[in-house]
């Protein structure tokens, strides 16, 4: 399995800024995601993040909205710009298809989150 | 878009009863998992079955596909107090591994 890890754990923060969400995976993994959970709601999808190259975006997200990087094999962050309280939301990273091999490559394994709240 | 749709939304039982939670559909798959996710926190993956398999088990988990009627069932059995959570399906779109989650179950466990 993997290990994942996001700082900040939660914010508060004010309409019109940005706030920038950092996930760090203890092993090299292929594929890292974004989701984003809405209140009392399930996960959906923002992008998938490409180590090298332009994030794929899900229908709804932008990357002036919600730019990422992601530039090696451990490492990603999003950027929720310009934030208005209809962000207020966990945001969650996921890996999956860990390098160092092993069964259940599509196991897709989560971060704890980070709690935004848009005033 | 979400694919998945659990069932019941809301589940209450007694301590050491079984719990069944279901998740339909729509497109194909590779591959279904579940995760829990207790109070808002990050997701914990409990189980995947794949489109060939047709039951497997976790502990006190059991999960079953039946991809003729693109359903999913989840059974926790001897439930515990710390068992409450939100249960949520996931399947893949065979393009991938990006996942589309249902709307989730919410499962109490009362003493």
């Known amino acids: 399995s993997a290990v994942i890890s996001q700082k900040p754990s939660r914010d508060i923060c004010q309409r019109g800024t940005s706030l920038t969400i950092q996930c760090q995976v203890d092993s090299q993994v292929t594929m890292m995601f974004w989701y984003r959970q809405q209140p009392g709601q399930s996960l959906t999808l923002i992008a998938t993040?490409?180590?090298?190259?332009?994030?794929?975006?899900e229908s709804g997200f932008v990357i002036d909205k919600f730019p990422i990087s992601r530039p090696n094999l451990t490492f990603s962050t999003l950027t929720v710009s310009n934030m208005s309280p209809e962000d207020s939301s966990i945001y969650l990273c996921s890996v999956a298809g860990l390098l160092a091999g092993g069964p259940g490559q599509e196991t897709q394994y989560f971060g704890p989150g980070t709690r935004l709240l848009v005033l | 878009s979400q694919q998945g749709e659990e069932d019941p939304q809301a589940l209450s039982i007694q301590e050491g009863e079984n719990a069944t939670m279901n998740c339909s559909y729509k497109t194909s798959i590779n591959n279904l998992q579940w995760y829990r996710q207790n109070s808002g926190r990050g997701l914990v993956h409990l189980i995947l079955?794949?489109?060939?398999?047709r039951e497997k088990h976790s502990g006190r988990l059991r999960v079953t596909l039946d991809t003729s009627k693109k359903s999913s069932s989840l059974l926790i059995t001897a439930s515990r107090a710390a068992d409450t959570a939100s249960y949520f399906c996931a399947t893949d779109e065979n393009s991938g591994y990006a996942l589309n989650f249902g709307k989730g179950t919410s499962l109490l466990v009362t003493p």
């Open positions: 079955i794949r489109s060939n398999e």
């Open positions: 993040a490409n180590q090298g190259s332009e994030a794929t975006y």
